[in-house]
C-alpha cells in the first residue's frame, strides 16, 4: 500500500506566506508526476501545480509567480511554496502522484494517489 501524507496548511492573512509538504511512503517501486490540486467550496478540483521525475513543472495561470512547487526524490516528498496568498486561494489542497507501486519482484501498472487534504484559509 502507498500513503500520502501532507501538512502544513493552516490559516493565513492575506499577503502571506506557507509551505505545503507531501511525502509518499509504502510499497513504492517509482514516481513519476507529483503535483497539488485544490478544491474550493462548490467548485471542481483543479490543478494547482505539477513536477515531473525530470523536474519539469506545469502551473495553473492563477498562482504563476506566486507559487513555486519542488520535490527531494530521496525522501518522496514534494513541496508547494506559496507566497503572497489570496482569499481565492482559499481551498482544501491536495496531493497528488503518480507512481508504480512494487508488487512481489516487480510493480504495478502506473496509477495515481491521492493524500487526504489540507485545508488553506486567507484572511483578508
Known amino acids: 500500500q502507498v500513503q500520502l501524507v501532507e501538512s502544513g496548511g493552516g490559516l493565513v492573512q492575506a499577503g502571506g506566506s506557507l509551505r505545503l509538504s507531501c511525502a509518499a511512503s509504502?510499497?513504492?517501486?517509482?514516481?513519476?508526476?507529483m503535483g497539488w490540486y485544490r478544491q474550493a467550496p462548490g467548485k471542481q478540483r483543479e490543478l494547482v501545480a505539477a513536477?515531473?521525475?525530470?523536474?519539469?513543472?506545469n502551473y495553473a495561470d492563477s498562482v504563476k509567480g506566486r507559487f513555486t512547487i519542488s520535490r527531494d526524490n530521496a525522501k518522496n516528498t514534494v513541496y508547494l511554496q506559496m507566497n503572497s496568498l489570496k482569499p481565492e486561494d482559499i481551498a482544501v489542497y491536495y496531493c497528488?502522484?503518480?507512481?508504480?507501486?512494487?508488487?512481489?519482484?516487480?510493480?504495478?501498472?502506473?496509477?495515481?494517489?491521492w493524500g487526504q487534504g489540507t485545508q488553506v484559509t486567507v484572511s483578508s
Open positions: 497528488n502522484a503518480n507512481l508504480r507501486e512494487r508488487s512481489g519482484s516487480g510493480y504495478r501498472s502506473e496509477r495515481d494517489w
Open positions: 509504502g510499497s513504492i517501486f517509482s514516481i513519476n508526476a
Open positions: 513536477i515531473t521525475s525530470g523536474d519539469y513543472t
